[in-house]
């Protein structure tokens, strides 16, 4: 497991999860391997759309609820929720790139200071309803996180609901499954099984999926759309 028992992950877990149609949040700044809690979490949620996460604080910074991934915002009349691996310090030096300026992150977290900065980039350049498709919206999440990914290590999660995003910079992998007539999709850093069904993401490569199918894959790399 990788909650901080055979893995270097013991800084906090998190689980974002819809309820109907909002997001429910249960996290905490301790190894999901030792924490009751969260074994009773993972046991007993049943959702269409989860996005879980174990921390490494790296860079180190407090044991706090407030830096402790999934992340919650709203933008653009949507609840968004974001997970991210790797570590981007650029973005919390006083002097570094893609800076949150309008708002002002809970935690102290290079991953929160980037999802906000994402965000507020999804809302500049779209300042009225989204488009249609969403393609646009989707181009230029591609754009900015490989902006971002320049700085360090940048794989994460992200979600309003309706779509899964995946963004994958170094590390990432991906595994389509079929039950029952139902189609989903996990997504994880590493493989969770030994099987050679899994993925791996091209460098900088952004899927978008909803309800389990792919729907498209951009790269940040060449601003380039794709379908499957």
């Not at 997001?23 to 999901?32: G, L, N, R, S, T």
């Not at 900065?117 to 919206?137: H, V």
């Not at 700085?151 to 992200?158: A, D, K, P, S, V």
């Amino acid at each position: 497991m990788r909650g901080g028992e055979t893995a270097d992950n013991p800084d906090g877990w998190g689980l974002a999860y819809l309820e109907g149609d909002a997001f429910a949040i249960h996290k905490a700044p301790e190894a999901a391997a030792r924490s009751a809690s969260f074994a009773k979490l993972a046991q007993q949620i049943h959702s269409r759309l989860i996005i879980a996460h174990v921390r490494k604080a790296n860079p180190p910074t407090a044991h706090t609820l407030e830096n402790t991934h999934p992340f919650m915002r709203t933008c653009c009349d949507r609840h968004w929720v974001f997970a991210h691996n790797g570590q981007v310090p650029e973005v919390v030096a006083p002097q570094g790139c893609c800076h949150p300026r309008h708002s002002s992150p809970g935690g102290e977290t290079d991953s929160e200071h980037a999802f906000i900065y994402l965000l507020e980039e999804i809302a500049g350049t779209f300042p009225g309803a989204p488009p249609a498709t969403m393609d646009a919206w989707f181009e230029t999440l591609a754009m900015r996180s490989a902006a971002i990914a320049e700085y360090g290590q940048f794989n994460f999660l992200m979600s309003e609901g309706e779509h899964l995003i995946a963004y994958g910079h170094d590390r990432l992998h991906s595994q389509q499954r079929i039950e029952d007539g139902v189609q989903s999709v996990l997504i994880a850093s590493v493989p969770l099984t030994g099987d050679e069904s899994w993925e791996a993401f091209a460098p900088d490569e952004l899927r978008v999926y909803r309800s389990g199918r792919l729907l498209g894959r951009w790269s940040g790399a060449t601003s380039a759309i794709t379908l499957p």
